[in-house]
């Protein structure tokens, strides 16, 4: 069974860091890509950023290029999300996905989410 | 960038009423659209991918149609269970900038 658990969330100020950590069972990220997904209180889904399968393509929303940084750990089969200068609008649940496949992806599993929180 | 538009926002409807949500592409995206539904609190859940194929397990009053720039996501009796937020997502954009749609809402 594809388990996904996400962690590291918190309360940061603008301009800090946090990094976030995807921790994924049932599946391994050498054959699947991983993708963060966020969504501020009250709001929609934002995609935020893609790893491909074993990290050799990387993906960022113009929204958080420069500033997160993604990458994976196949000896932990784990995917971060390194987040830098943050802003007050990065707050949100932060998701991370299974890319069911990996051309036109859709995302087939979710794990629950971490809350970042940043304050001015 | 590939825009997202759904409609409409919110949506009131009752038991075994039949309801449809469209979601709109700023440009051709072929059939590379998935639909999710997500509850309060939870994460998503994909119902529909390649615009019209149902994912596993789902039940089968929920379909989808459409390609190019416009998709429609069809419930065809509503049931207390499918109260929730839907949201569309392309992947048809050459830079892989993926997109979902702002959401619709589904409520008594």
């Known amino acids: 069974e594809v388990f996904l658990v996400e962690s590291g969330g918190g309360l940061v100020k603008t301009g800090e860091s946090l990094r976030l950590t995807c921790e994924v069972s049932?599946?391994?990220?050498?054959?699947?890509?991983v993708t963060w997904v966020r969504q501020a209180p009250g709001k929609g889904l934002e995609w935020v950023s893609s790893?491909?399968?074993?990290?050799?393509?990387?993906y960022y929303s113009p929204a958080v290029q420069g500033r997160f940084t993604i990458f994976g750990d196949s000896s932990k089969n784990s995917v971060y999300l390194q987040m830098g200068n943050v802003r007050v609008e990065d707050t949100a649940v932060y998701y991370c996905?299974?890319?069911?496949?990996?051309?036109?992806?859709?995302?087939?599993?979710w794990g629950l989410g971490t809350l970042v929180t940043v304050s001015s | 960038d590939i825009q997202m538009t759904q409609s409409p926002s919110t949506l009131s409807a009752s038991v075994g009423d039949r309801l449809t949500i469209t979601c709109r592409a700023s440009q051709s995206i072929s059939n590379w659209l998935a639909w999710y539904q997500q509850k309060p609190g939870k994460a998503p859940k994909v119902i529909i991918y390649?615009?019209?194929t149902l994912e596993s397990g789902v039940p089968s009053r929920f379909s989808g149609s459409g390609s190019g720039t416009e998709f429609n996501l069809t419930i065809s009796s509503l049931q207390p269970d499918d109260f929730a937020t839907y949201y569309c997502q392309q992947s048809g954009a050459y830079l892989r900038l993926w997109t979902f749609g702002q959401g619709t809402r589904v409520e008594i």
């Open positions: 996905a299974r890319d069911a496949r990996q051309s036109h992806p859709y995302f087939d599993s």
């Open positions: 390649d615009a019209s």
């Open positions: 790893i491909s399968a074993g990290g050799d393509y990387i």
């Open positions: 049932g599946f391994t990220i050498t054959t699947y890509a």
